[in-house]
């Protein structure tokens, strides 16, 4: 069962991995919304250890404000960028 849904704001946690992860330095720390519960899948910092990836973990499509993730953002202020990111990285903001 989903823990976050769409159109609740989430923050990216901000934690460093010296393993390996699926989330850009840019988004972590930051806000954004649910755009979309996507389902559950095997974890894929897991897999890349020769693990099963399981137990599956919910993906989520979380959107950010791109002016939020980069202070000399020129463009338009409505301009967004979507990210893929998994349960276990998201926190209630």
């Not at 519960?37 to 990836?53: K, R």
């Not at 404000?65 to 301009?79: I, T, V």
Request: charge should be neutral; charged fraction near 30%; proline fraction near 6%.
């Amino acid at each position: 069962m989903a823990r976050f849904a769409a159109g609740r704001r989430v923050r990216i946690s901000d934690r460093n991995e010296v393993r390996h992860h699926r989330v850009p330095a840019y988004v972590k720390g930051r806000t954004g919304v649910v755009e979309r519960v996507c389902g559950a899948y095997d974890q894929p910092e897991l897999i890349a250890y020769s693990n099963s990836g399981e137990p599956p973990q919910t993906l989520y499509r979380v959107r950010l404000k791109q002016k939020e993730l980069w202070s000399d953002y020129d463009g338009a202020p409505a301009d967004t960028l979507e990210i893929e990111i998994f349960e276990h990285w998201l926190e209630p903001a």
